[in-house]
């Protein structure tokens, strides 16, 4: 199957400061990313749709200028956390959607460990 | 609102027994979707369901849809310690898959 990658693995940062998170599909032009969080022990929950080359699709209750996100090429989407507080600890997956085939699943990146101290 | 629930959330069973997970959603969809995660890792793709009657196997997982009864089922045949594992279910309404909504997630540990 298609290959999603995700940058960094893990990150620690301190209070107020902002994280990046890269996703890229490797092996295939994605059009259409998506940005998930999953707090411990819980599910995943979709947060945004990520279009390349014009604004993201956000969820309610997501504060978009809180979770910036940036798809400005077909293989790359980023996820800026913002002002990252303590409650904004958690993993943060993506995933794409191959429009090879019939791109009937999404492909989901190895995930983001965000610890804010 | 679309709910998914899944049915037990937690689960515990000898190995070579079998067991089934249901997956309960709110909303008319034709696509569903099985995952599993390990502890700490993403999510691997199991199996796509992409219509009612559908039935997928592979080894000893099977996945099925009843998009009329709006549920799913993922059976397992004689566990083996390696499919212990959290396994979610996800409903996509739009049939795109796009805007997943997944399930609460069942945490199956196989015992020896």
């Known amino acids: 199957g298609a290959v999603v990658s995700q940058h960094p693995s893990r990150v620690i940062c301190k209070s107020g400061t902002s994280v990046k998170i890269e996703c890229r599909s490797l092996d295939f032009q994605a059009t259409t990313m998506f940005w998930y969080r999953q707090f411990p022990k819980q599910s995943l929950m979709l947060m945004a749709t990520?279009?390349?080359?014009?604004?993201?699709?956000?969820e309610q209750g997501v504060e978009k200028d809180k979770f910036l996100i940036n798809h400005a090429s077909l293989t790359l989407s980023t996820l800026t956390v913002t002002s990252a507080h303590p409650e904004d600890s958690s993993f943060y997956i993506c995933?794409?959607?191959?429009?090879?085939?019939?791109?009937?699943?999404?492909?989901f990146g190895p995930g983001t460990r965000l610890l804010v101290l | 609102e679309l709910k998914v629930e899944q049915n037990p959330l937690f689960l515990s069973m000898q190995e070579g027994k079998n067991y089934t997970i249901y997956c309960n959603y709110s909303?008319?969809?034709?696509?569903l979707y099985w995952y599993r995660q390990d502890p700490g890792k993403s999510l691997e793709s199991l199996f796509v369901l992409l219509s009612n009657g559908a039935v997928k196997q592979e080894g000893r997982l099977m996945a099925s849809l009843d998009t009329k009864a709006r549920l799913s089922t993922l059976h397992i045949t004689a566990a083996v310690h390696d499919l212990s594992a959290t396994y979610f279910c996800a409903v996509d309404p739009t049939g795109t898959a796009s805007k997943l909504t997944f399930g609460t997630g069942t945490r199956l540990q196989v015992t020896l």
């Open positions: 995933s794409a959607r191959d429009p090879r085939g019939t791109g009937e699943t999404q492909y």
């Open positions: 990520s279009n390349e080359g014009s604004k993201a699709t956000y």
């Open positions: 909303t008319t969809s034709d696509r």
